[in-house]
């Protein structure tokens, strides 16, 4: 037969049971350091030191489980003996004769035993018969108790997760609710008691009656919660060492293991067999909450994991676990050197927490570079439609090219049983990877500088020398990201890399601007040749020593073909294809040549370029027009007439119009600014014929 309490928490339900009943108590402590809770000493102790079967009823392993959360005694006489006033009940494990429950029906050194005691104590009641901690608001209720949201000192407080405590102190809370401090037993499933947890419950039952005080209790201002043993040191959590044993200000006794605590359990029940076991005697004591900002599983499972690559070992068994990320996975002796774990697995206590990190699946990241401990074959996680596929990293450039393109450093090992928690095909096919033009690679020992192309397909990759430093920055637009790599070792070179045709750069040591053509350099001698070359805004910098021995031709020239220049006097000509120069008589013409002619903005140059290279051809500039050929017709805003724009920039006068068959005109010209034709030549009277008429656009 199960016992009330036995069946309150049970395997299934352990889980919820440690998160709802611990909920809040992070939040609540982390408030009490800040400051936030004007928090009392209680004016009575809480009074566990009373209950009479802690701490020696002795554990039972209760099969088939082998649970952890019955304690008991071989004979009946020294149960009752325990205590004048409680006895014990008469009850029989399934291997052997126990006596496991009190008086009230509950098992010893559980929270609803400890509770009922402290009940009976207290206000003389009985409450026996409840059941499960997480039936007793109904328990309560059918007895006649008031069972509500607002805690009174000696309240009960209920959790629907299978826990009950004693109220002994309450703390309204800022904006509403309230938060209490309880006394309990068995809150971490070891059988001893705590008094520290600041927590909100789900039901408060009210045994000694709504709004009576009971005189036990504390009041609700100043003070601290929890203080230290008087003239206690209290050790830093980053002073105490990897493996130490330390204690909690309520004298929890823990283990320090990958960075954090697990718990052990209370320093009362501690034996020379402890000592023996764990190698010394817990000493240090390290604040609570600082013990509880790093202990495994608190407040909720799962919270605060061991580091990365932990490995460690439960009391009484062999198996080890590797921690990877915040997953702990089963591993064997044939990958503890690739884990680098051989002979430093960690003991820690016979816990259920550890269970908190096991069975959840690996962690993968798209370009996750890993391997399986055991196994030397480099793979590169890709994401499929139809899942994850670990292509085969057949060489070290590869792998360089991997990690220099997606920042991953460094190749993951990953634990065998790891492996087995993600659906990834291994594959032998390639991963393929392309460096970058910025990334530039080099050998230790050899200053040669080097592009590598291909992308690990079937030509592999090829390696392209710089011959020289300035081309370096030429192709990389002048951030070069050089690496230093062995990868490159035995890799096929190709032919050397070329200067880049048409590519400003500038010395910055001097400023000076050169242009690559033909594997020559030019310097621009002027700004004004920049300008004719488009001003160009992409000009690379490049420091002054990069540009020793660079092969030097001819100063770079600028032929202004099809282009508006200007000197000093302000006056604009048209550069013909014939390199002659064509007056521009005024703005309209000039914005007119600029967008139809395609001329792009007037450049400034010196008065000797105009005279010197571009002789005149005796004609002003015009603007065409000849969007249709045969049929150009033009009118300036603010005239009447219509001229036709021949091909070579006459104009003719149109006379007349032509019909059309709804005996209306029509004629297609384009509307230009005033004076937009003012250069062009004029010719004879344009008459429209029947075939031009019926080639006009309608």
């Known amino acids: 037969m199960k016992s009330p309490e036995r069946f309150d928490i049970t395997m299934s339900n352990i889980a919820n049971f440690t998160l709802e009943s611990k909920i809040g108590r992070l939040a609540a402590l982390s408030l009490v350091a800040l400051g936030f809770l004007g928090i009392p000493k209680s004016s009575k102790a809480a009074d566990i030191s009373g209950y009479p079967w802690y701490p020696d009823a002795v554990h039972v392993a209760m099969p088939p489980a082998k649970d952890m959360i019955t304690w008991g005694y071989t004979d009946k006489a020294t149960c009752d003996n325990k205590s004048a006033e409680f006895d014990c009940s008469s009850k029989t494990t399934d291997d052997g004769q126990y006596y496991f429950r009190d008086q009230w029906g509950y098992d010893l050194r559980n929270c609803t035993s400890y509770v009922a005691w402290r009940v009976a104590k207290e206000f003389g009641k009985d409450i026996s018969g409840w059941g499960d901690a997480d039936k007793w608001e109904t328990g309560a209720a059918n007895a006649g108790y008031t069972v509500d949201s607002t805690p009174e000192t000696g309240d009960i407080a209920q959790w629907n997760s299978t826990h009950v405590a004693f109220v002994e102190e309450v703390f309204p809370q800022e904006g509403g609710g309230y938060k209490v401090r309880v006394s309990e037993f068995n809150q971490r499933l070891d059988g001893n008691p705590r008094t520290d947890r600041i927590v909100q419950a789900n039901n408060y039952i009210d045994i000694n009656g709504t709004g009576v005080v009971w005189n036990g209790g504390g009041s609700s201002s100043g003070g601290n919660t929890a203080p230290s043993p008087g003239g206690t040191e209290l050790t830093p959590h980053d002073k105490v060492g990897e493996t130490d044993i330390v204690m909690s200000q309520e004298s929890h006794v823990y283990r320090k293991v990958g960075g954090v605590f697990w718990y052990i359990k209370h320093k009362n029940n501690w034996t020379a067999e402890d000592t023996k076991t764990w190698g010394k005697e817990p000493t240090a004591t390290v604040a609570t909450s600082e013990i509880h900002d790093y ?45 680098n774990v051989r002979n430093k697995a960690q003991m820690i206590p016979n816990t259920m927490r550890l269970w908190d990190f096991t069975g959840k699946p ?73 460096f970058p033009p910025q990334i530039v690679v080099k050998t230790p020992e ?93 000009i690379i910098n490049v420091p002054g020593n990069a540009m020793e021995g660079m092969p030097q031709g001819p100063l770079l020239a600028c032929a202004y073909t099809n282009r508006i220049i200007y000197g000093p006097d302000g006056q604009q000509y048209y550069i013909t294809a014939l390199n002659q120069r064509e007056p521009i008589g005024n703005t309209a013409i000039s914005a007119c040549i600029k967008v139809r002619r395609g001329a792009g903005e007037p450049v400034p140059v010196a008065a000797s370029t105009i005279g010197n290279d571009y002789p005149p051809d005796g004609k002003d500039a015009w603007c065409p027009y000849e969007l249709q050929p045969g049929l150009n017709f033009v009118k300036e805003r603010s005239r009447n007439e219509v001229y036709k724009v ?24 384009h509307e230009v600014p005033d004076n937009e034709t003012a250069s062009n030549v004029r010719g004879l009277t344009w008459y429209p014929s029947p075939e031009v008429c019926a080639a006009l656009p309608g």
């Open 446 to 538: 050899d200053p040669k500088q080097f592009r590598v192309t291909g992308d690990n397909s079937n030509e592999g990759y090829l390696l392209h020398q710089y011959p020289t430093p300035l081309l370096t920055y030429l192709h990389t637009n002048g951030s070069p990201d050089i690496r230093t790599t062995t990868a490159i070792y035995g890799l096929k070179q190709a032919e050397p890399m070329t200067p880049p045709e048409g590519a400003f750069f500038r010395n910055m040591s001097n400023n000076e601007v050169f242009r690559s053509a033909g594997g020559i350099y030019q310097k621009a001698p002027s700004p004004d040749i920049l300008v004719c070359h488009g001003n160009p805004s992409n």
């Open 646 to 669: 021949s091909s070579d920039g006459s104009l003719q006068h149109a006379a007349a119009l032509c019909p059309n068959p709804n005996n209306l005109y029509k004629l297609n010209w």
């Open 295 to 339: 202990e495994v599983g608190y407040p909720n499972p799962g919270d605060h994991p061991p580091g990365h690559g932990t490995a460690v070992y439960r009391q009484g068994e062999q198996q080890q676990y590797y921690f990877y990320s915040q997953n702990a996975y089963p591993i064997t002796g044939g990958e503890l050197d690739d884990l």
């Open 362 to 434: 690996l962690p993968m990241e798209d370009d996750m570079i890993y391997r399986v401990a055991g196994d030397p074959t480099v793979r590169v996680a890709d994401l499929r439609s139809y899942g994850w596929l670990g292509l085969h990293a057949n060489n070290n450039a590869v792998l360089d090219c991997i990690k220099f393109t997606s920042g991953r450093s460094t190749i993951n090992i990953i634990p065998q049983s790891a492996r087995r928690t993600v659906e990834i095909h291994d594959s032998s096919i390639p991963v393929l990877c392309a």
